[in-house]
């Protein structure tokens, strides 16, 4: 069904420690920072503005989903790719601009959404089956595959009949 990726929710189940010093379960929730657009849908599910956090520090998430993580934090993400066949060129390179991702370029390649971010990326296949795409070759991911993209132009490419489905840890990087 076309757009089906735009229903992608990603619950967060956040640990801590109650008020009697004992471990729990704090927040059992669907995280509120989401945005479900044409190119692929994203719910960040967990922010830190600074590493090494310490373990009591909640997230810092806004409500706004943004492309990169904060200058010396982390984002983790859930990202739902749709099928090749139901975007086009213009449609992603809109996706990532509205994830104020503007500086990516993705709208300046021969290949739909290729863009470099200043990232170090560890994105794993939850479900479907993903291309990651490169300027000199590409290579298929599929559920428990993991790839660890540093910097590099990039695009990712959907080519089945559903949507693709990956969790991105995003640290920032300097070149």
């Known amino acids: 069904m076309a757009g089906e990726h735009t229903n992608v929710r990603a619950r967060r189940v956040v640990t801590g420690v109650d008020e009697n010093g004992r471990s729990a379960i704090l927040v059992d929730e669907d995280t509120a920072t989401r945005v479900a657009l044409p190119g692929f849908t994203v719910n960040d599910v967990w922010r830190v503005d600074r590493l090494p956090s310490h373990v009591d520090d909640g997230d810092t998430l806004t409500g706004e ?4 993580p904060p200058a010396n ?7 739902t ?7 086009d060129p213009e449609t992603y390179s809109a996706s990532i601009d509205a994830l104020h991702g503007e500086d990516a370029n ?3 390649a021969e290949v739909m959404g290729m863009h470099a971010t200043e990232t170090v990326d560890v994105v794993t296949v939850v479900s479907g089956e993903l291309y990651a795409v490169f300027e000199t070759g590409e290579t298929l991911l599929r559920p428990g595959d993991t790839i660890i993209n540093r910097g590099n132009k990039h695009s990712w490419s959907n080519r089945g009949d559903q949507p693709a489905t990956v969790v991105t840890t995003m640290l920032p990087a300097k070149r």
């Open 73 to 79: 934090g982390l984002v983790v993400r859930l990202a």
């Open 81 to 87: 790719f749709p099928p090749d066949s139901e975007i």
């Open 65 to 68: 989903v943004e492309l990169d």
């Open 106 to 108: 993705a709208g300046d």
